[in-house]
T-cell receptor, first 112, second 115 residues
Framework: DQQVKQNSPSLSVQEGRISILNCDYT??????FLWYKKYPAEGPTFLIS?????DKNEDGRFTVFLNKSAKHLSLHIVPSQPGDSAVYFC???????????FGAGTRLTVKP | DVKVTQSSRYLVKRTGEKVFLECVQD?????MFWYRQDPGLGLRLIYF???????EKGDIPEGYSVSREKKERFSLILESASTNQTSMYLC??????????????FGAGSRLTVL
């Protein structure tokens, strides 16, 4: 049973536009959430995170929004660039716990 | 620069063979993890270890075992490889509990094909 779900396997956007990647979770014990980016033939790399005490965290072009009541988070990339084309994984963990769970990933393609 | 190194990038093995996947980290991290990545399923946790000689089962430990004799090294063992273990295997490490962020640093992956 997947505790972290990314229901969109793929997303295609035009360069310069906004990319919105979504993630839902079922385990109410999760209170720390992360996004990782993965290029082909490489391991995932950490992108941005948010703890449950916040509803928004920004880092440059990347913003993560958290809606705890809906158990939903989203990653916004503005403006999208061709170099952002990758697979994005949502992950969740109880804070200060070793047990991290990942979603199935969303493949983002940014067209020039 | 922090690093997690997986010794084999590509392996081809036969059904029934014993397979060792090695992972070494140079960050002095207490925690180490093995995941497998499959299309449509994302990353699934096989085993993790929070200290030398300690191990915990993840979501899909069946058919796998692990060894952590030294802090920097975490090995994944397939005692008798089967075709359904064909996958991308990812090793990761993270700082200990209480250090704040639970950010995993991943290796580049080992793609295993079992014929």
């Amino acid at each position: 049973d997947q505790q972290v779900k990314q229901n969109s396997p793929s997303l295609s956007v035009q360069e310069g536009r906004i990319s919105i990647l979504n993630c839902d979770y079922t385990n109410s014990m999760f209170d720390y959430f992360l996004w990782y980016k993965k290029y082909p033939a490489e391991g995932p790399t950490f992108l941005i995170s948010i703890s449950s005490i916040k509803d928004k965290n920004e880092d440059g072009r990347f913003t993560v929004f958290l809606n705890k009541s809906a158990k939903h988070l989203s990653l916004h990339i503005v403006p999208s660039q061709p170099g952002d084309s990758a697979v994005y994984f949502c992950a969740a963990t109880p804070y200060n716990n070793n047990d991290m769970r990942f979603g199935a990933g969303t493949r983002l393609t940014v067209k020039p | 620069d922090v690093k997690v190194t997986q010794s084999s990038r590509y392996l081809v093995k036969r059904t029934g063979e014993k397979v060792f996947l090695e992972c070494v980290q140079d960050m002095d991290h207490e925690n180490m993890f093995w995941y497998r990545q499959d299309p449509g399923l994302g990353l699934r946790l096989i085993y993790f270890s929070y200290d030398v000689k300690m191990k915990e089962k993840g979501d899909i430990p069946e058919g796998y075992s692990v060894s952590r004799e030294k802090k920097e090294r975490f090995s994944l063992i397939l005692e008798s490889a089967s075709t359904n273990q064909t996958s991308m295997y990812l090793c990761a490490s993270s700082p200990p509990r209480g250090s704040g962020a639970n950010v995993l640093t991943f290796g580049a992956g080992s793609r295993l094909t079992v014929l």
